[in-house]
């Protein structure tokens, strides 16, 4: 089945400093997702990336999916305390009709 | 962005009653919801998918008959966890998938926490 890997599991940072988590996946994708899950919270869509190479920003966030369309990452640029939470990719193969979430990276940051 | 929603948020039973969830999109139809399961700082786990008029789809290791999901309209998928024991405790969460601008978007219900005694 599908296999996807998402490191680092957790990331503690000082406000200001980036952050970036990986979703690396076994097997070529359909779409990769992201969603943000604040503690106590549930699961909030980011974006979906769908081209091969596709890059895109929202604000300090900027997302990216790779040339094979095996891997992906979300880069934080001088992140603050309100971007605090659990990153999650969720993977989709192609004609598959659901979504296979990564384990997460829980970031923190310190004012 | 699209509404669901989810209830109860939280609730406690003895063990061997059943327990419903009911999972509803607001403001938009969804030919198909997912339950998931997510243990504390983990990620995540599908354990079924929702098709409005069918069966639903579960995971390999799912007990079928230990969660029965109903999906009886485009607005409501029901998640019913039969004779709850304490391994059973856990927040279990719906989404709904929309389509839009051929983006799958998954839209996530606030999740039940449920703890059986």
């Known amino acids: 089945g599908q296999q996807v890997m998402q490191i680092p599991q957790y990331q503690h940072v000082q406000e200001g400093e980036d952050f970036t988590t990986y979703c690396n996946s076994s097997?070529?994708?359909?779409?990769i997702q992201w969603y943000k899950q604040r503690p106590g919270g549930h699961p909030v869509f980011l974006i979906q990336l769908v081209k091969s190479g596709e890059v895109k920003k929202q604000k300090r966030l900027t997302f990216q999916f790779g040339e094979a369309k095996k891997n992906s990452s979300l880069h934080i640029t001088a992140t603050q305390t309100t971007d605090v939470g659990t990153y999650f990719c969720?993977?989709?193969?192609?004609?598959?009709?659901?979504?296979?979430f990564g384990d997460g990276t829980t970031l923190t940051v310190k004012p | 962005g699209a509404v669901v929603s989810q209830h109860p948020s939280w609730v406690i039973c003895k063990s061997g009653t059943s327990v419903k969830i009911e999972c509803r999109s607001l403001?938009?139809?969804?030919?198909?919801m997912f339950w998931y399961r997510q243990f504390p700082k983990q990620s995540l786990m599908l354990m079924a998918t929702s098709n409005e008029g069918s069966k639903a789809t579960y995971e390999q290791g799912v007990e079928k008959d230990k969660f029965l999901i109903n999906h009886a309209s485009l607005t409501l998928s029901t998640l019913t966890v039969t004779s709850a024991h304490p391994e059973d405790s856990s927040f279990y969460i719906c989404s709904a998938q929309t389509v839009d601008r051929m983006n799958e978007k998954l839209f996530f219900g606030s999740g039940t926490q449920l703890s059986v005694l």
């Open positions: 097997t070529t994708l359909s779409n």
């Open positions: 969720a993977v989709s193969e192609a004609n598959a009709g659901k979504s296979t």
């Open positions: 403001d938009f139809q969804a030919t198909t």
